[in-house]
Each structure stands twice: as C-alpha cells, then as structure tokens.
C-alpha cells in the first residue's frame, strides 16, 4: 500500500477514536433492552416483597405454636393469650392482626382455645397477603401417652383475601382452604 493511502487511513480512524460517541441507533437499543428487562423483573421483585411481609406472619405463628407446646408442659393448659406465652410477639401490626378470629381488624392476641385440647391462632392480612392459622393440640402417641402437635397452615394463593383468613381450623388440619407448611 502507498504511504499516502496509509497516512490518509490512519488519519481517518484517529479522527474516527476522537468522535467517539454513540449513535442514536444504539442508544434506542440500550434503552429498549433496559425496559425489557425492567419489565421481566419488577414482578419478580414485587412478589418478593409480598413474601417477605408473608414470612412475618409464618414466623410468628410459628413462635405462637411452639410457646404453647412450651407453656403446657408447664401448665398443662393451653394458652388463652399471647401475653401468657412471652414469646415476644407483637399481636397488631403493619400487615398482620394476631387474634381467635378469622376477621380481626386489629389484633387482640388470644387464642381459641376449644375444650382445652387445642389453641388456635389466624394471623389476619391487613393487606392484599395470604393469611396464616396455627394450631397446637394434644395428640395420643402410639405408645399411649399424650403430646402437643402444632400445625401452620396459610391460605391458599386462589382463596387468598385482603380481609380474612379462608377457612376456620376446627380439627387437626388445615383444612380445604389452608395448606400446611412444612
């Protein structure tokens, strides 16, 4: 190649490094990317932060059941409020009422304790959440002696509601609308 051609060709691509820049075509296609994947994520994130206000209300029904199996073994009764267990539950909250009701507009923090075999606690959302229940009760082993059993149900995702928990536990399970946490 001439010298010239070569000087001209090297001149042109440092002028070329100098502009620099980006051309509006490629700034559309940044720009269109980034929505996309905005659009693909913010669900995602927004279910995620459902979830976590829901863990609240899964943790403390949790603490609730296993503060009564606590308190009977000392007692050998179950229960009637929150306040007897000391577990460090907060009974109203921002998303969640702690009561014996499946409607609790602000919680009360007892429990339904039915004949004195089992205690029963909803955690009603206060928002557009699934709503928890648990419930201990006392169960006969195979051995013949008797123990506390505790379950924790929440509602399923199609019977969820932004005012009240699906279904009252009665029995043992959780019920048609309720499934158990394992």
């Known amino acids: ?4 051609l070569k000087f001209n060709l090297l001149q042109h691509l440092r002028r070329k490094q100098a502009e620099g820049g980006f051309t509006l ?4 296609v940044v720009i269109i990317i980034i929505g996309i994947l905005a659009a693909i994520a913010l669900p995602s994130f927004l279910n995620q932060a ?9 943790q403390a029904i949790g603490s609730l059941n296993r503060g009564q199996q606590a308190y009977y073994l000392e007692a050998v009764e179950f229960a009637s ?8 539950v907060e009974e109203d909250t921002d998303n969640f009422a702690y009561s014996n009701t499946i409607t609790a507009t602000a919680g009360d923090g007892a429990f339904n304790v039915v004949a004195g075999t089992s205690a029963i606690m909803y955690a009603v959302p206060k928002a557009k959440l699934r709503g928890f229940a648990g419930i201990t009760y006392l169960d006969t082993t195979s051995a ?3 123990a506390t059993v505790s379950n924790l149900c929440r509602e399923k995702a199609s019977k969820a ?7 009252v536990i009665t029995t043992t399970d959780c019920g ?3 499934e158990p946490i394992k």
């Open 144 to 146: 013949g002696k008797q």
């Open 25 to 28: 075509i490629e700034l559309l």
């Open 176 to 178: 048609a609308d309720l």
């Open 161 to 167: 509601n932004d005012t009240q928990v699906a279904n």
């Open 50 to 58: 459902n979830r976590a206000r829901e863990t609240e209300a899964s």
């Open 1 to 4: 190649m001439k010298t010239s």
């Open 81 to 88: 409020n929150v306040d007897q267990l000391d577990v460090g």
